[in-house]
């Protein structure tokens, strides 16, 4: 345990982590895979029946109704914690609810707005009365929240926002005045996380307003390309009469908490979009197994088995990399608490110490989900593109999700921006490992093998490499561009997707190679499979993205040598992976289902 | 108010069904487990009662403990406690004489269960339970209230519905719409932990029966798309040698 606690985010680049450190999935106790069958049950019963009518929004009640029933089996409160009226779970455990509600399309935006960037501000930076008072009926469905940051000149830029409050002449109240967008659960919310600034402060301050305080009017639903179900509305603040109790946290301390909320989301987000990906991949298999051509199920054909295998592959992977982050998050807050922390404080410092592993899940979970939605379409033919084909809601669905909480670019950049600042302070020791890699770079390649063949030894020789070539690559771009290198974009885009791969690789090796030990080689033979087929992915992006930035930062003999070193630390064993896949796709065909 | 649930553990409807050891033994690998369907709306009838009248919901299962999860499942529904008898349910006459035993032991007003389990589909079991102890038995009951000592079910029958009424303690064999089908929520989950499940040892001399041997059906053919009436009736009577 000790260990366990020991680890600290970002610092998979720099360290070797062992299969006992990491949970998998295939570890969720019978609490927990109950909890997971009650969601299953609830989407499938409630939702799924309903989706067209959820997509029309002809009846305005029946999100809020929905939102209830979830409310009456417990599913608003998983994150709260008793005292509150919830139930207090793990983040873990809170991230599986997150991930198998995360098939119910726009309901799964509504649950998850609701329960998190609406309900956590309170309860994490809530006096004790504002818990009390707003936590409490949020748990149980009574009151439904929205977060209102977005401006239509403030996306990403969130601290530009215009919003202002204006303290009344008796000092009892804040008067709120501006425009807010693309306001999820705005059409019925009755409590609204309100981002403002007050006078003429540099950043936002964080309010909690009840529409029935009035001086609340919205727009029309917003028209979207997915989640037309999920309510978007464009609401405006006139005058709007907040009690000065109702700010939350202190004066300027919006932008943070705006910051931190969203980064309690994005895991989670990450995590719900595998859960489509499962979906849609199972929906694909089913596809592929029915529809006959030249006289065979088209899943016996090779191009499809493609495709199937690819979308395990990818969600397989991007799964254990979620859970093991959400480990270290409770692992980090189990010991935060010991030390005496405030609960809710350490939920999010834990969080605040893994928000370079969040940024990359949420882009790594997002982008799964919008290839297995692509690749199922593709599965589908002519069905795919139908609007009542099984695929048309999904792939439209997927789209918001590389968009909002940050949209994938700006959480790239914050994975390479975080990890910087943290070597910079001292916290994170990657100049020393970088500078090891450089010398290793001019130095004579040992050859050949070092003989160890326990189990995946290869494999994890590939993994430190990978590693290696992420901190070159890093190493050489921060050396040559110094402060620059924040204007680079493409750049850093090119570090992020190297680091995000390579973090999603070691998950998924580990993650095997705990299941083997538990389970032993002949019975996780497909799993094997999935994470040697990954690794060669993660290597495949290595390549690319490493060549792309050494050619855009450096010259003549230095560049040479870098090209080199990427060579050296981007080599892996041949192994057929059409023969794997195939593997893959024919066990999913027999399973007619994600199986895993 | 005491109710008896018993309840199965059955493969879940989309298992893929396979058999070893000469097809005399069913495959467990790989296979996932649920209460049976129809047992399922057994608890949720006697969760209504309990909500609407008040009562005590005793769980019941004769299995191994491999089948505890599905019992903990049926805590989390909301019954108050459970009773695993330990021993394969082998045939309907030793299951009826395990629930027998302990309903004896214990004085319930009703016991439910399904009307029959989706693995061996036997549907005997609420018949023999009954007339162990001598009461009267009831199946496929689709409506069950209360009323006094009363028990007003409305049985299925073939083209139509029964109405019966029968004096506590009664068994019935439950199948839908007796009740809302539920899920469990957060709050059982996490107390089904907490409450008492009881295992006991089995009665008697064990199964009067013994599997000679399992056989699946025999897989479709493929469907031949014909043109016309006369070829059709051409094809019943030469090649599927049906008229």
Not at chain 1, 203 to 229: D, R, Y
Not at chain 1, 356 to 379: F, M, N, P, T
Not at chain 1, 414 to 434: F, S, V, W, Y
Not at chain 1, 554 to 581: C, S, V, W, Y
Request: aromatic residues 8%.
């Amino acid at each position: 345990m000790e260990n366990k606690k020991a680890i600290k985010g970002g610092e998979f680049l720099i360290r070797e982590t062992t299969p006992e450190e990491i949970f998998i999935p295939e570890e969720w106790n019978e609490e927990q895979k109950m909890i997971a069958q009650t969601c299953h049950d609830f989407i499938d019963t409630e939702v799924f029946p309903r989706l067209d009518e959820i997509d029309s929004q002809k009846d305005p009640e029946l999100m809020p109704r929905l939102l209830d029933k979830a409310g009456e089996l417990g599913l608003l409160g998983t994150s709260v914690p008793e005292a509150l009226g919830g139930f207090g779970m793990n983040f873990n455990t809170t991230m599986l609810v997150s991930e198998v509600t995360g098939k119910g399309h726009s309901f799964a935006v509504a649950l998850s707005a609701h329960t998190g960037i609406g309900t956590l501000p309170i309860l994490y930076y809530g006096n004790e009365e504002q818990k009390k008072k707003y936590v409490t009926k949020l748990a149980t469905g009574e009151w439904k929240a929205a977060y209102c940051l977005t401006e239509p000149d403030a996306g990403s830029d969130a601290n530009s926002g215009k919003t202002k409050a204006t303290l009344t002449e008796d000092g009892k109240h804040y008067l709120i005045n501006g425009q807010k967008m693309w306001i999820t659960n705005g059409g019925f919310a009755d409590v609204f996380i309100v981002f403002a600034k007050i006078d003429d402060d540099k950043n936002l301050t964080a309010f909690i307003v009840e529409k029935a305080f009035g001086g609340i009017t919205m727009n029309e639903e917003e028209k979207k390309m997915g989640i037309k179900g999920s309510s978007t509305r464009q609401i405006f603040f006139n005058d709007c009469k907040v009690p000065v109790e109702n700010m939350l946290s202190e004066r300027g301390n919006g932008f943070k908490i705006a910051v931190n909320i969203l980064n309690v989301g994005r895991i989670k987000l990450g995590a719900a979009a595998i859960g489509g990906a499962k979906a849609a991949a199972t929906a694909a298999v089913k596809y592929a197994n029915e529809r006959k051509q030249f006289g065979k199920s088209i899943s016996e054909f090779g191009a499809i088995k493609h495709k199937l295998a690819e979308m395990a592959v990818k969600i397989y992977a991007s799964e254990g990399a979620h859970y093991r982050a959400g480990q270290n998050i409770d692992d980090a807050y189990d010991a935060f608490v010991a030390d005496g922390m405030d609960p809710a404080q350490a939920r999010l410092k834990s969080l605040e110490e893994f928000a370079i592993e969040c940024a990359i899940l949420k882009v790594h979970g997002s982008e799964v989900l919008d290839y297995v939605v692509d690749e199922a379409v593709q599965v589908g033919g002519g069905m795919g593109f139908s609007a009542d084909g099984p695929f048309d809601r999904a792939y439209r669905d997927a789209r918001i999700n590389r968009i909002f909480e940050g949209t994938n670019e700006i959480n790239r950049m914050l994975t390479i921006d975080m990890l910087l600042k943290r070597a910079m302070k001292g916290h994170l020791d990657i100049l020393g490992p970088a500078q090891a890699v450089a010398k290793e770079l001019v130095a004579i390649p040992s050859f050949g093998d070092d003989g160890d063949d326990t189990f995946f030894a290869k494999e994890k020789k590939v993994l430190q490499n990978l590693k290696k070539a992420g901190l070159m690559v890093a190493g050489g771009a921060v050396q040559k561009l110094m402060e620059k290198l924040g204007d680079e974009q493409e750049i850093l885009m090119n570090l992020a997707d190297m680091l995000a791969e390579g973090y999603v690789a070691e998950s998924v090796i580990l993650r095997v190679e705990k299941l083997v030990k538990m389970r032993g080689e002949e019975a996780c033979k497909m799993e094997i499979d999935l994470a040697r087929v990954f690794l060669h992915h993660a290597v495949d992006v290595a390549v690319k993205a490493g060549r792309e930035a050494i050619y855009a930062f450096a010259e003549g003999d230095e560049q040479r040598l870098m090209l080199m070193g990427l060579k050296r630390f981007t080599k892996i064993e041949p192994m057929n992976l059409k023969a794997a896949r195939r593997r893959i796709a024919d066990y999913m065909a027999e399973k007619n289902a994600y199986p895993f | 108010m005491k109710i008896l649930v018993c309840i199965t553990h059955v493969p879940d409807t989309t298992s893929k069904i396979s058999f070893t050891d000469n097809d005399t033994q069913f495959d467990k690998t790989g296979v996932q487990y649920i209460i049976g369907p129809y047992d399922d709306y057994a608890i949720a009838r006697a969760m209504e009662l309990k909500e609407g009248m008040g009562a005590e919901v005793t769980v019941l299962n004769v299995g191994l403990a491999e089948t505890e999860p599905t019992i903990r499942k049926a805590l989390a529904l909301g019954a108050d406690d459970a009773i695993r008898v330990n021993a394969e349910p082998e045939d309907a006459l030793f299951v009826a004489q395990q629930i027998a035993a302990v309903a004896k032991e214990n004085a319930y007003d009703m016991i439910l269960m399904g009307r029959e389990s989706i693995d061996f589909n036997g549907g005997q079991v609420h018949a023999m339970v009954g007339e162990m102890l001598n009461l009267p038995s009831v199946s496929p009951v689709m409506k069950l209230d209360i009323e006094g000592n009363t028990a007003k079910m409305t049985k299925e029958i073939e083209g139509g519905k029964e109405y019966v009424a029968v004096d506590m303690p009664f068994v019935a064999g439950c199948q839908e719409p007796i009740a809302e089908w539920r899920i469990p929520n957060m709050r059982g989950i996490m107390t089904a932990r907490s409450k008492p499940l009881n295992v006991i040892e089995p009665v008697g001399d064990g199964a009067g029966t013994t599997v000679q041997k399992f056989a699946l059906p025999p897989a479709k053919g493929a469907v031949k798309i014909v043109d016309s009436v006369d070829e059709l009736v051409d094809l019943l009577k030469n090649e599927a040698k049906v008229l």
